[in-house]
């Protein structure tokens, strides 16, 4: 089986079902079925979606979850079917028979019956992480609903603000069967993940540090709202905030961290506590980074490559988020005008007689079509809020970057600090005068000094050179200390990177083909209503 | 059939199908076009295609045609003409004009399909525009077709004329000219003021139908040139959208696949957006403004039915009321009379007729239209499925190893 492309009729898929399988495609086909599933269901679940326990309450119940497209889905069902069948065909012989009635209702049953809800759950987080972190495997966290607040902010004016509630729970409690117990909750706003981020930063500055879901919608095509308010808007940062949590907490290093511990379950007394770690302190001014990005002389190739790396992405995905808002802006045009054909078509229906008939339903399907681009737009948004994750990712690698010129910086000055009272010192001590400087002038001027002078002098300074090397030691242990966690994250980074993409994009194709399905079935009932004329 | 004697009329066929007139090519009426050919070559050509084409079969519909209309196979010569009026310094020397006035003579109560527009009204340069040209061609033809169809069109003899001569100024009439042209038509404002006794209440349907007909093919064209332009604007995009993903394939490694698939099924997206605007343009946007112009062609019909019923009640009230002349006046009554009864006739049979071929002209267009788009999302969704499994089974084995 290899990716057909045209000269094939509708039913493809049928075709690819029947086909007979060798047992290389088979096990390929397993694989990518088994990670397809966990995506899809967990798609299906709403993660990275809306993954609440309970329906938003600004959200109606029918605006679905990402169900991925059904027909789709009862294709990897049967395909399991066949995978699972051909290795135990004993225990799978019901489902088979379920597969094999095909009726949509039935499919979801199969899907049901064979991921329960702690199997779903701990699908959602392996998708995160195969390996798993000690925090996730203690407790579950989700960020569950928004909802506003008023009150006084630093100017002491009145504000409306969104607050976001934490749920934490205890892992092992929903296997336990019945009621799932009732979590752990508190109450955050924006402002208070923005403080642990940039503590984060500050205090793990060679670990790549999840960005944060936008401050203000960009890259908006004309029909979402810029407003900070949205429901919409809001409800997409909500989803950005519990997969941020999410990447935290499933993070080697990161998630150990006891203040962000404190941030999941302590609610009060948490933002005292982060500035009592004085980690505003410990973070390094701009100044001091922008002259040490220009100034440093020999970084290690692969930060710096890295960096032009990051800058490349960034660029090329704002541009492509940037056009593919205009490419949903005129698809958007396309499906809308045809809502006119619906409208005109029923006004002449209403004039003919043997065509009326034809050319009503011919209008209703029209209106069915510019309809349905509402929803195919606003799932391609997460689609763009995907790639918009990793175009913030690229400013975390590049502070990592930054960090790395800066402590290499330093090393060098260190070094050329050192190396140059060494020199004063031999100076001194041989009576020779390399290097011109003022005292060398006034030396020559005015008479040498003392040798008392000259002995206290040198005294002084191998003192400051012992320090100096010690200082140098220290800042060589820095720096390769650094380097190694660095570069060890940014691998962990890269593998997740190239799997987060690739899911985006995997998940991107089956949007647009969901989305060719439907334009295929309005446009077939368009043309029997047509026919009917 | 009736044995009727055509005299020199039978041995001229009828012109042939779609599949003769292909023989035409297009160069050779855009040769017409460009005036590189003379009008009487076109001619030749169109005499020689005849009469390789015709069979019995549309010699015997003619015949029928004939059955209908009576024994008299040129009708026409019975009807008012109108004097030629020539358009003026604004028509080429081109042919279409000429056609445009032989056959609007016989536009009195019978109404031909509607002459394709002589100017875009862009600019004149864009008469030689090569799309302009296929377009206008393929609606001279499907014009000319419909009037050999026609029972009485085709036997018009400024049809024949138009064919078969070689000069046609010889026939053009220098009689009742401009003037004469004129003062029918006030006439015609005379009489519509006073407005016509008793309209037929078919009529009176037809018309109301005819108005709205007008408005609603109207809006559907104008729908369409709208879907369109957006069809194109989102091409474009399209166009920018394809190559950033081959450019963020250059700077990476394991997703320069996967990202360069996604890249080239963006252009096969627009590729299959280009197609589509293309069979709209060709297919749906020619038939929608035939039948535009096809409804103003009809309401111009219908106002000359009422105005030669309007002429025949005046002169009926003006017998009645008159008390000298009364025999010249009843001649001309009972002409007018018998006038009316057969432009009656002639627009029920020619009602029925367009209804028919209306219906099947949008129904074929508007299916032809929305096989189209079917197509479009099967091509656009295989291509697809196609990257998707490539790209989900090929990387996955190997980051499977990894792991």
Redesign the interface.
Known sequence: ??????G?T?G??DRQMEEDWTDGQME??G??LL??QRLVTAQALGFRTRCSPKPHPTITPSTPPYLPNLELLRFFSVMRMRIASSADSSSNNSQMIMADSGSSDEVAVICNTDITSTESENNIINTMV?RGTALLKKMEISVAEADKRTGKNTVNMQETYTVYLIETRPAESVSEGGTPVAPDTLWRRYSEFELLRTYLLVTYPYIIVPPLPEKRAEFVWHKLSADNLDPDFVERRRVGLENFLLRLASHPVLSNDNIFFLFLTEEKGWREAVLETGFQDKADSRLKSLSAMFRVKNPDKRFTSLKH?SE??ST??S??LR??A??A???Y??YK??G??GR??S??SA?EK??GD?LQS?GHHMDTYAASIDDILEEEEHYADQLKEYLFYTEAVRSVCKKHELIQYELEMAAQDLSYKKQQKEELETGTVRIFSLKGMTSKLFGQETPEQRESKVAALEQSIQEGEGALKEKNAESQEFVEKAWNDIERFKEQK??D??EA??S???M??SM??K??QV??N??EC??K? | MGSINHGDKTDWPVVAGTEELKYWEVLTWKRWMLAEVSSSEIIKLLKECWCRGGGQAERGRRSRAADIHGTDLIPVISFEKFGIVMSGAKVPADISGHMLDLDEEEDLEVFSKPLPEKFVMKSMVERFNDDFIETRRKALHRFLNRITEHPILSCSHHFKVFLTEEELAPHRKLGPGFLSRMSETMRAMANSVRGLRSKLEEFAIMQE?VD??SN?MC??DK?TH??IK??R??M???K??GP??F??AE?EE??AE??KG?GS?VEKCSKETEEQIQHLSEVLVPTLHEYVLCADTLKAVMRRRDNIQAEFEAKNEALASKATDKEMLQEEVDDLADRVEQANNALRGDWSRWRTSM?AD??SA??ST??K??D??????????????????L???T??KT?
């Open positions: 089986m290899n990716g057909r492309t045209d094939q509708d493809w898929m390929r086909m694989t990518m990670l397809r195969e790396y490349d992405l090329v995905i541009q492509l056009i593919r205009r490419v802006d005129r698809l045009g396309v005008v045809h006119n054909y005109v078509f006004e002449w004039i043997e065509m034809g011919a190239e799997k993409l690739r994009l995997i991107y194709a089956i647009q083909i060719c399905k334009g295929i446009w077939s368009a043309k047509f026919n004329m | 139908y709205d007909f609603k809006s559907v729908v709208r879907i957006e069809h604007e989102y474009d995009e399209l920018q959208y950033t993903y450019q963020w700077s394991l997703l996967p990202l996604v099924c219906r949008l129904k508007f299916i929305a096989a788009n079917v479009y999302y099967e091509k656009i969704s295989r291509t697809l499925a196609s990257w998707f499994f490539r790209a989900v089974l990387p996955q084995s980051a499977v792991r």
